[in-house]
């Protein structure tokens, strides 16, 4: 059964790093059905696509986060990781890591909450 | 960018039928997704292409997509199904992931 996992700290400090890591089971992020990404959704707000991966190594990011956002892919681990940098509290969120089928987000990790505060 | 909008919240019944609508321009010639989301949990799919459901999704739960609006129906509803739901579509520009603001069903 797949499962994804989201890790990383529960608090950033303005004008850092925001770093989070995906760890898939029960599915190859390689195989080239699928893409995998990010989603966040702040405290009481709707959801916020941020990019997607594919197999063949291509990203895929939000204009407005373009500068801020990097994925990067583990394969050996099979997982995936979010950097967002020179963050502020409004990227106080809860981030989702996903799998991407064609249109839609078929599988959802259970989500990981990001404060920004110093 | 395009844009899809959804109303705030939807009232209705147990035993009733919910009807939860998208508004988009031409929305009809997209593909719509519906995604059902708890408190305090990660939103699942419910409908994606319109009107096709994943396995494990009740057939209470059905899909539809014409004109300006797609509407997502849910048949004799059960207190189960209180929850946000958000419409989704893929644009073909360079900010392709689209949501809608979400729509708050209670159920009385």
């Known amino acids: 059964q797949l499962q994804l996992q989201e890790s990383g700290p529960g608090l950033v400090k303005p004008s850092e790093t925001l770093s989070l890591t995906c760890t898939v089971s029960?599915?190859?992020?390689?195989?080239?059905?699928?893409?995998w990404g990010w989603i966040r959704q702040p405290p009481g707000k709707g959801l916020e696509w941020i990019g997607n991966?594919?197999?063949?190594?291509?990203?895929y990011y939000k204009p407005s986060l373009k500068s801020r956002v990097t994925i990067s892919v583990d394969t050996s681990k099979n997982q995936f990781s979010l950097r967002l940098n020179s963050v502020t509290a409004a990227d106080t969120a809860v981030y989702f890591c996903?799998?991407?089928?064609?249109?839609?987000?078929?599988?959802w990790g259970q989500g990981a909450l990001v404060s920004v505060s110093s | 960018s395009y844009v899809v909008t959804q109303l705030p919240s939807v009232s209705v019944a147990p035993g009733m039928t919910a009807r939860i609508t998208c508004g988009g321009s031409n929305i009809g010639s997209k593909s719509v997704h519906w995604y059902q989301q708890k408190p305090g949990q990660a939103p699942i799919l419910v409908i994606y292409?319109?009107?096709d459901r994943p396995s494990g999704i009740p057939d209470r739960f059905s899909g539809s997509n014409s004109g300006d609006t797609a509407t997502l129906t849910i048949s004799r509803v059960e207190a189960g199904d209180e929850a946000d739901y958000y419409c989704?579509?893929?644009?073909?520009?360079?900010?392709?992931?689209?949501f809608g603001g979400g729509t708050t069903l209670t159920v009385l």
């Open positions: 991966f594919f197999y063949n190594g291509r990203t």
């Open positions: 029960g599915d190859s992020i390689s195989r080239s059905s699928y893409h």
């Open positions: 996903v799998r991407h089928s064609l249109a839609y987000f078929d599988f």
């Open positions: 989704q579509v893929w644009d073909n520009t360079s900010d392709p992931v689209v």
């Open positions: 292409y319109d009107r």
